[in-house]
């Protein structure tokens, strides 16, 4: 049986634990993606039947007739139990490649909401019609960047996903059909390229979760501290009364029980 003493400081080791956990903090996670592949028209790229299952770039294009979206898939089922802090993830792309041009594109990342396989998505099997159908294939944009390339150079760019976004996959895994990218610039020769996670610089999900504790942990450690304060009262009445000189430890003893009540 644990003594007194063992409860008290197992009491103690889990609130300093939970102390040290406080809410908001969160552990940070960059994931790369489970799948990414990217869907073309293009008959350069292969047509509108190609897979594109072992690219090592995603192209992303909206010229008419040469229409190419990136498709990026986070594996979740590891926080499985988690809830998401703060009010975005970050989602990353390296672009590394496209036509030189002073003017930025502009881009935007969107759930996808129809299933897609990395081995067999194509343009044409994307969803019921061919191609990506706004609210049919993908929902509302989340989030747009103006990409300028060259620019600065090869570089990772970002879009903000929100966290709710990514707790809705969690919790609900058959839900998490991933993301698009979309470069909402239709003039020729503004086309661009991403590195895919066959690449050099892959694909990056960033964000903060915390476990959320399971019910009953705290009715657990209630009756834990119940218990090992009933011991230690029981302890106390069965040893012989201290002498007067030792009052001010039994003032600090005090202190102490009531501080871990008043954390608890």
């Not at 998490?176 to 066959?198: P, Q, W, Y």
């Not at 450690?221 to 009933?230: D, F, N, T």
Request: proline share 11%; net charge neutral.
């Amino acid at each position: 049986m644990r003594s007194a003493s063992a409860s008290r400081s197992l009491i103690v080791t889990a609130l300093a634990a939970l102390a040290l956990c406080p809410p908001g903090a969160g552990a940070q996670a960059t994931l790369t993606p489970l799948e990414d592949r990217y869907i073309s028209e293009h008959p350069v790229l292969g047509g509108p039947d190609a897979t594109h299952g072992a690219s090592d770039i995603l192209f992303a294009i909206t010229t008419p007739t040469f229409e190419s979206y990136p498709l990026v898939k986070p594996d979740l089922t590891p926080f499985a139990g988690h809830a998401v802090v703060g009010p975005t993830a970050t989602l990353s792309l390296f672009v590394g490649g496209s036509f030189t041009q002073a003017t930025p594109r502009d881009t935007a990342v969107a759930a996808v909401l129809t299933p897609w396989d990395a081995d067999t998505a194509t343009f044409n099997n994307f969803g019921p019609t061919p191609g990506m159908q706004v609210s049919a294939d993908v929902g509302p944009i989340l989030d747009t960047e103006p990409v300028l390339f060259p620019g600065p150079g090869p570089r990772y760019v970002s879009w903000m996903v929100p966290a709710s976004v990514l707790q809705s996959w969690i919790d609900s895994p058959g839900s998490n059909n991933g993301l698009a990218v979309g470069n909402l610039t239709s003039h020729s020769h503004f086309d661009l390229i991403f590195d895919s996670a066959e690449g050099r610089n892959k694909p990056r999900l960033a964000f903060r979760s915390v476990l959320v504790p399971e019910p009953g942990i705290g009715a657990t450690l209630m009756g834990m501290g119940v218990a090992g304060l009933s011991l230690r009262r029981r302890k106390r009445r069965a040893e012989p009364p201290e002498p007067a000189t030792s009052a001010p430890f039994r003032g600090i003893g005090r202190a102490r029980s009531v501080t871990v009540a008043t954390i608890w």
